[in-house]
């Protein structure tokens, strides 16, 4: 298995403009999850989708964020317009919840910089 | 509200010493509970998770966790520490509401091995 698989890894752009971040979860997983890691909060829950319907998005940080998931093989994660404050490292992560709790798999992130 | 509180932001030990990295909880029912790995520049990996059952957990690269309900805690052990375990150490539990599960991440406990 490939795992999860995050596009881009890098993304340097400056304020103001559209970013656009990709995640393709593991095939079968159900549960898909994306946080933000930064030095000053830490890794934070931003959203989650179970079945390809946003459960929780109590942690998108302002309107300027937003998240889809158009079938159970893809999820975008839209900044716009995007701040330098943004900076991050964002990570999506996927898992297969049936039953019950279940290890999340993580994907290797997406640096994204604001200029 | 659920927490995990990881007491430790920065651990220094010496190669082939042992290591015990601290994680508390704060949750109502039986938790699920995870310890993730993450190296430099890499997403999260699992290290070991419980569930239920015996209450010393055993994970991969020689990590062995134990869950104490009494103290609310799940400290993670190594009886020997090797250069490549220097990476940060996230302790999260598992949380649960209304048929959905999502993470709870501590803030993480950085690890450095001196040769």
């Known amino acids: 298995d490939a795992g999860v698989i995050q596009s881009p890894r890098h993304e340097v752009t400056e304020m103001g403009q559209e970013v656009t971040l990709r995640c393709k979860p593991i095939s079968g997983h159900n549960s898909l999850f994306w946080y933000r890691q930064t030095m000053m909060r830490g890794l934070e829950l931003l959203i989650y989708?179970?079945?390809?319907?946003?459960?929780?998005d109590s942690g998108m940080p302002e309107d300027r964020f937003s998240a889809k998931m158009p079938n159970a093989s893809f999820s975008t994660l839209k900044i716009q317009p995007s701040e330098p404050r943004d900076s991050a490292v964002y990570f999506c992560?996927?898992?297969?919840?049936?039953?019950?709790?279940?290890?999340?798999?993580f994907g290797p992130g997406t640096r994204l910089t604001v200029l | 509200a659920q927490s995990v509180t990881q007491p430790d932001i920065h651990i220094t030990v010496s190669e082939g010493a042992s290591l015990e990295l601290r994680c508390n909880y704060s949750?109502?029912?039986?938790?699920?509970l995870f310890w993730y790995v993450q190296s430099p520049g890499q997403g999260l990996q699992l290290l070991l998770k419980?569930?239920?059952?015996?209450?010393l957990v055993q994970g991969i690269k020689g990590f062995e966790a134990e869950f104490k309900r009494s103290q609310s805690s799940f400290n993670l052990r190594k009886p020997s520490v090797h250069w490549s375990d220097a990476a940060e150490y996230f302790c999260?539990?598992?949380?649960?509401?209304?048929?959905?599960?999502?993470?709870?991440f501590g803030t993480g406990t950085r690890l450095k091995v001196l040769a």
């Open positions: 999260a539990v598992g949380e649960t509401t209304s048929g959905t599960y999502k993470y709870i």
């Open positions: 992560a996927s898992s297969a919840v049936w039953s019950g709790m279940n290890e999340q798999f």
């Open positions: 949750y109502g029912a039986t938790p699920y």
């Open positions: 989708f179970n079945n390809n319907v946003p459960i929780d």
């Open positions: 419980y569930f239920s059952g015996d209450t």
